[in-house]
C-alpha cells in the first residue's frame, strides 16, 4: 500500500511539472509565422523584401535586454520592422522592457510604430513616446503615410492609431475612418502598394473599402486560448469564438495578417497560444 502511495506521489510531481513546463513554454517559447505576399502592384525588384511584425507585447521581458526575441527577429534579417500597437501594458508599465524591445530593434532594420488602446490608457505613455522619438531608426506614424523605396519603385506605408485615441466620432468604425481619412490627405503614388498598420483586426471591413492591399493588426492575442483545430476563445471587442484572432484573411482584393501578439494583459496565460513574431516575404506577382 505504501508503494502504490509513493507511486501516486511520483505521478501527480511528474504531471505537476510537465504542467510547469507546458504553461512556461506557451508564454515564453517565441514562434515564428511566415506569410508569402505576391502583388502586381509591387515593384520589380520586390522578391525577397522581408517584413517582421511585432505586436501586443505589454511590456513583457524575454530575457535580459529583450536579447532572445532581439535574437530570433535578426535571423530573420528583415529589411523593415512594424510594431502594431500595445508596446506597453496599462496595468504593468514597464518603459525599460518597451524601450529594449525598441532599440534593439532599430539596430536590425528601420522600425515603423502605430499605436494600441493600451498606450491610451498607460500614464507612463506620453514619457515613453518622447523617448522613442529620440532614438534613431524608429519612426512613429500618427495617422499619416510615407512612401518607402522596395525593388525598382516603392510602396506606401500607410499607420493609425488606436480608435480610442479620437474621442469625437461615436462609433470604432467612424474613428478609424477619420483615422485612415487623415493618413491617406495628399496620397501620392495612388497605384503603390499599399500596407496599412492598425492595431485593430476587427474593423478589416473598413480597411478593405479603403483599398488597404495588406493591413497588420493585433490586438486579439490569438483568442488569448486556443483549442486545437477550432481557433481562438475571446478576443476584446469581437467576443467568444472570434472571427479575427490570427493568421490571413481576405476581402476581396484586401488581406488582414493578424498577429498573435508577444504579452499577456489582463489574463496572465496562453494555452496552444505561443507569442508569436510574423514574417512577412514580399513577391511580384504577373499582372
Do not use: C
Not at 505537476?16 to 508564454?27: G, P, R, S, T, W
Not at 501594458?89 to 499605436?115: N, Q, R, T, W
Not at 505613455?125 to 522619438?133: D, F, I, N
Amino acid at each position: 500500500m505504501k508503494r502504490k502511495k509513493r507511486r501516486g506521489w511520483l505521478y501527480l510531481i511528474i504531471v505537476a511539472a510537465v504542467m510547469l513546463v507546458f504553461l512556461y513554454a506557451e508564454n515564453n517559447w517565441i514562434g515564428v509565422t511566415t506569410y508569402k505576399i505576391a502583388s502586381p502592384k509591387l515593384p520589380n525588384g520586390a522578391e525577397g523584401y522581408r517584413i517582421v511584425q511585432l505586436s501586443d507585447l505589454h511590456s513583457k521581458e524575454f530575457g535580459r535586454d529583450q536579447r532572445p526575441l532581439l535574437r530570433k527577429v535578426e535571423k530573420l534579417a528583415p529589411d523593415l520592422i512594424v510594431v502594431t500597437g500595445d508596446l506597453t501594458d496599462s496595468s504593468h508599465f514597464d518603459a525599460e522592457a518597451s524601450l529594449g524591445m525598441m532599440k534593439g530593434a532599430a539596430e536590425i532594420a528601420p522600425v515603423y510604430y502605430v499605436s494600441g488602446n493600451h498606450e491610451f490608457a498607460t500614464m507612463g505613455y506620453p514619457e515613453l513616446e518622447e523617448r522613442l522619438r529620440g532614438i534613431e531608426g524608429i519612426h512613429i506614424l500618427q495617422n499619416e503615410h510615407v512612401i518607402l523605396p522596395v525593388g525598382e519603385g516603392a510602396i506606401r506605408l500607410v499607420g493609425v492609431d488606436d480608435p480610442i485615441f479620437n474621442r469625437v466620432e461615436d462609433s470604432d468604425v467612424d474613428k478609424i475612418t477619420a483615422h485612415l481619412e487623415e493618413a491617406l490627405a495628399g496620397i501620392e503614388h495612388s497605384e503603390a502598394f499599399t500596407l496599412l498598420l492598425s492595431h485593430r483586426p476587427e474593423l478589416f471591413q473598413v480597411y478593405a473599402d479603403y483599398s488597404m492591399d495588406l493591413s497588420l493588426s493585433g490586438h486579439a492575442h490569438g483568442g488569448q486560448f486556443r483549442v486545437p483545430f477550432v481557433g481562438g476563445v475571446y478576443a476584446p471587442e469581437q467576443g467568444f469564438w472570434p472571427e479575427y484572432s490570427e493568421g490571413l484573411h481576405q476581402l476581396g482584393s484586401s488581406q488582414l495578417i493578424i498577429s498573435r501578439g508577444l504579452g499577456n494583459s489582463t489574463f496572465p496565460q496562453r494555452i496552444f497560444n505561443r507569442p508569436e513574431i510574423v514574417l512577412v516575404e514580399l513577391s511580384r506577382a504577373a499582372g
